[in-house]
Structures are given as structure tokens and as C-alpha cells.
T-cell receptor
Framework: GNSVTQMEGPVTLSEEAFLTINCTYTATGYPSLFWYVQYPGEGLQLLLKATKADDKGSNKGFEATYRKETTSFHLEKGSVQVSDSAVYFC????????????FGIGTKLQVIP | DSGVTQTPKHLITATGQRVTLRCSPRSGDLSVYWYQQSLDQGLQFLIQYYNGEERAKGNILERFSAQQFPDLHSELNLSSLELGDSALYFC?????????????FGPGTRLLVL
């Protein structure tokens, strides 16, 4: 079956530091890949997505590139802010049929001033 | 604000009881999803509906059931509740359920079973 593996964290960074959260996946075929973010006390919201190999998703300074050869979709940001503190979920959606999303365990990011 | 609403926000009940969680999707969205988020299991997909019909099933227990009504709102029914059912339950919606679509999540219902 499908699976998503990401570092559990927590990840603690100082403001303006570089962020990488690794995500690798296992899937049949070519899934769509997503990063969702969950701020404290809220539901998940889409951060970015990529639907085919070599696509780069980007939003709010975050980027992730769909790498088919390494089955990865690592999240990066050049300079994090305190407001980026949240839990980040990597997810995939199977290309076959209707959307059935598999989420990673979530990585908690804490940015300190 | 995602446009997805869930009620109630919090629910406290006892083991063996039955509860109903309600979700209204974003205006125009036909597909609804239910997820359970717990500390030990992470975010688990339970079930998906599209325009009133069940489309995909995940790790949903037999004690749980769901439906989507003609006005597109959905309800998740949890019965014979156990302590381990305590979790955050999220509803999400998307336009038609296609695998490239963004899902829009509601704020969740926090269930505590005592």
C-alpha cells in the first residue's frame, strides 16, 4: 500500500534559519504530492502541491520539488519566521481513481526568536 | 477560514455511548472526507463521499458509519464508544474528489470519551 515517511520532530530553529523537512513516499504509479500545515488549534490547510515529476510547488516562501527518482518531496524554506511554527504534513494522493490521501505523521516546527 | 464548518467543536461522552458529528462542506464542493487524528495513530483517512455516495473507505471501524445528505452536508456516527476513540475528527471537502484537488479542512471536533 501507499505510505509517507517524514521526520517526526520536533524541529526547533532560530528565526531566519534554513528549514528542510524530509519526506519520502511509497506508491504505485505516479501520485500527486502535497504539503499541508496545521497551526495550533486549527484544521489542516494546503501549503503547496505538485502533481507530476519535476514539478515544484511553492507558497509563502516554502518550496518542494517532486522527485520521482528518489521518491521524495522535501519541504524547504530559506528563512523561517516565528509565525511558521506549526505542524507540517506531507501527503500523497493515489492517481488511480478517486482521491484517497495518505498522510505522513506530521513534523512539528518551533521557531524561536 | 476554509469555508468548511463542523459541529460541535467539543464533545465529552462516556464509554458505550453514541455520538453524531456534523460537517458542512464549502459552497460548491461535492466531495466530503472524514479523518481521525490521534496522538498515537496520526491522521487517518476514514471515508469519502461524493454527491451522496460512498467513494472510498479507509481505516473506518464497523462501529462508525457516515452518510452524505442531499444538501451535501455529512454526518459521522460513532457508536459503542471506547476510550481509544478519543481524538480529533476532521471533515474536509473538495470540488469533485479528483486526486489532484486540494482538500479544505474544517476546524475539527474534539471528542473525549470518559
Amino acid at each position: 500500500g501507499n505510505s509517507v515517511t517524514q521526520m517526526e520532530g520536533p524541529v526547533t530553529l532560530s528565526e531566519e534559519a534554513f528549514l528542510t523537512i524530509n519526506c519520502t513516499y511509497t506508491a504505485t504509479g505516479y501520485p500527486s504530492l502535497f504539503w499541508y500545515v496545521q497551526y495550533p488549534g486549527e484544521g489542516l490547510q494546503l501549503l503547496l502541491k505538485a502533481t507530476k515529476a519535476d514539478d515544484k510547488g511553492s507558497n509563502k516562501g516554502f518550496e518542494a520539488t517532486y522527485r520521482k527518482e528518489t521518491t521524495s518531496f522535501h519541504l524547504e524554506k530559506g528563512s523561517v519566521q516565528v509565525s511558521d511554527s506549526a505542524v507540517y504534513f506531507c501527503a500523497l494522493s493515489d492517481r488511480g481513481g478517486y482521491q484517497k490521501v495518505t498522510f505522513g505523521i506530521g513534523t512539528k516546527l518551533q521557531v524561536i526568536p | 477560514d476554509s469555508g468548511v464548518t463542523q459541529t460541535p467543536k467539543h464533545l465529552i461522552t462516556a464509554t458505550g455511548q453514541r455520538v453524531t458529528l456534523r460537517c458542512s462542506p464549502r459552497s460548491g464542493d461535492l466531495s466530503v472526507y472524514w479523518y481521525q487524528q490521534s496522538l498515537d495513530q496520526g491522521l487517518q483517512f476514514l471515508i469519502q463521499y461524493y454527491n451522496g455516495e460512498e467513494r472510498a473507505k479507509g481505516n473506518i471501524l464497523e462501529r462508525f458509519s457516515a452518510q452524505q445528505f442531499p444538501d451535501l452536508h455529512s454526518e459521522l456516527n460513532l457508536s459503542s464508544l471506547e476510550l481509544g476513540d478519543s481524538a480529533l475528527y476532521f471533515c474536509a471537502s473538495s470540488l469533485s474528489g479528483g486526486n489532484q484537488e486540494t482538500q479544505y479542512f474544517g476546524p475539527g471536533t474534539r471528542l473525549l470519551v470518559l
